[in-house]
């Protein structure tokens, strides 16, 4: 089967700019997580959905980052506008709703901020 | 609050001898932990969970124990290979379908 597909894999941007970035998730799973690592970090997570609705935004800086997941597959999450401090590898991440338990991680877009 | 931590952040071993990576965690509560293997460039992979109801688990040249007594994880990697070099990351939740919370990691380099 597909991995999570992620895009673009690099991104370098100036702070106060704007960037997303798109996840496509296994087929078939109903739950979506996006993850952010830092260098030399494990990653902590930012917003998990389940279908269209989201279970978890607490860890969120809402103040600058937003992500949906409009018809329960795809994702997009957006920084605006960007800090240096974000910069990050960002990670999506699916599982099935139930059943097996391990979350499949796609390879990550990885930002500077400059 | 809820932690996981590694108690080295590197490790290097001779390619053919079994690696130990090593894990502490602080929240009692927490019911179903999970060692996963990132390589550079790529995103974390999956190795192998446990339940807090059992106290070994293994498989394919992994092994994971788990001490709730004194909160602490390892994974035991058999006969290892240069392809096992990687970043591992130990990982906790309350429940299998709850939120995890990564550790910060230990990098694994194999010398050949």
């Known amino acids: 089967e597909a991995g999570v597909a992620q895009s673009p894999r690099y991104k370098i941007i100036e702070k106060r700019q704007s960037v997303a970035f798109w996840c496509n998730p296994i087929s078939g799973h109903a739950t979506l997580y996006w993850y952010q690592q830092i260098l030399g970090q494990g990653p902590k997570l930012l917003i998990q959905f389940q279908n269209n609705g989201v279970v978890d935004d607490s860890q969120l800086p809402k103040d600058r980052f937003s992500a949906e997941r409009l018809k329960g597959v795809d994702s997009t999450l957006k920084i605006q506008p960007a800090k240096l401090e974000d910069s990050a590898v960002y990670l999506c991440?699916?599982?099935?709703?139930?059943?097996?338990?391990?979350?499949?991680f796609g390879p990550g877009t990885r930002l500077l901020v400059l | 609050g809820e932690s996981v931590g590694l108690h080295l952040p590197t490790l290097s071993v001779q390619e053919g001898d079994n690696s130990i990576i090593n894990c502490a965690y602080s929240?009692?509560?927490?019911?179903?932990f999970i060692w996963y293997k990132q390589e550079s460039g790529k995103g974390p992979q999956f190795i192998i969970d446990i339940r807090s109801n059992m106290d070994k688990r293994q498989g394919q040249r992994v092994t994971v124990l788990l001490n709730k007594t004194v909160k602490h994880l390892s994974l035991q990697i058999a006969a290892t290979q240069p392809g096992d070099s990687a970043v591992y990351f130990c990982a906790e939740s309350r429940t299998s379908y709850d939120k995890v919370i990564f550790g910060p990691g230990t990098s694994l380099s194999v010398i050949p």
């Open positions: 991440a699916s599982r099935t709703l139930k059943g097996q338990e391990t979350q499949y």
């Open positions: 929240n009692s509560a927490s019911d179903y």
